[in-house]
């Protein structure tokens, strides 16, 4: 009895139900596949009741062992086909899954590349700062280039006695200020210093009193052009800025 309502239930609900979450979870099968296998299953439940009822005239005594019915056969031939076809549509997600993850990291090397091709076309600024013996003679210097890759300025100041960090800003206030006289608005600026860098860009706090004016006076000079950046570069890449920094101690600019 509780088979025969089981079947009648997948019956109704393989001709009434929409079943849009079966459907959101195999997205391989439509509505009327998935009325189908439902269908299949209540015939394979009335077919398997079937075949457990016991043939007319059959007696009631002694042992035997029920063997493997060609229904059964079926049903279970039937149940790993759908289980092989729910795997092959898991691997269909999958595969779709890994398409979509792939396009996404297209379209975001595509954007990073035409922001890299827009920042080219920029001016840079590379800045530095040095001190001997940290404090010590120290000097600042810097180094525009623009985006045909020309050098249009350098400029170096000595300090006196100062510290290294201190430099390094005295450095970058050097030149913004020479890139702001020039006219220029959009500006890449290059350093060394990730102390500096990451103090303004915010990901550092500046516990350095001495060092908060001179960050505070670098952010009134940063909100002076239409797009500015920032960016942390290896000492090697710097070697233009560095040298006008120490060429500002040698030569007491």
Do not use: C
Not at 1 to 26: H, K
Not at 45 to 53: M, S
Not at 79 to 98: H, I, N, Q, V, Y
Not at 216 to 229: A, C, T
Request: glycine residues 8%; hydrophobic residues 40%.
């Amino acid at each position: 009895m509780a088979r025969a309502v089981l079947a009648e239930l997948l019956r109704f609900i393989a001709a009434n139900e929409d079943l849009p979450r079966t459907r959101a979870r195999y997205p391989g099968y439509d509505r009327d596949t998935l009325g189908k296998l439902i269908d299949a299953a209540a015939d394979r439940i009335e077919e398997l009741e079937k075949a457990k009822e016991p043939a007319p005239g059959a007696g009631s005594k002694g042992i035997k062992v029920r063997k493997q019915t060609d229904v059964e056969k079926a049903a279970q031939r039937s149940a790993a086909e759908l289980d092989e076809a729910m795997d092959l549509s898991k691997a269909e997600r999958d595969r779709r899954k890994k398409q979509r993850a792939a396009e996404e990291a297209a379209e975001r090397a595509a954007e990073e590349a035409a922001v890299a091709a827009e920042v080219a076309k920029r001016t840079r600024l590379y800045t530095d700062g040095a001190a001997r013996g940290n404090p010590g003679p120290a000097g600042a210097g810097a180094v525009i280039i623009n985006p045909d890759g020309h050098i249009v300025a350098k400029v170096g100041k000595f300090l006196g006695e100062s510290t290294n960090n201190v430099a390094e800003y005295m450095g970058l206030i050097l030149g913004l200020k020479r890139a702001k006289a020039m006219g220029i608005r959009e500006l890449e600026v290059l350093s060394d210093s990730e102390l500096l860098v990451k103090q303004l860009n915010g990901d550092y706090a500046v516990k350095a009193e001495h060092l908060r004016p001179l960050h505070d006076e670098v952010q009134v000079l940063l909100k002076g052009f239409s797009w500015i950046q920032v960016r942390h570069i290896p000492r090697e890449e710097n070697g233009q800025a560095d040298a006008m920094s120490n060429r500002a101690i040698d030569e007491r600019l």
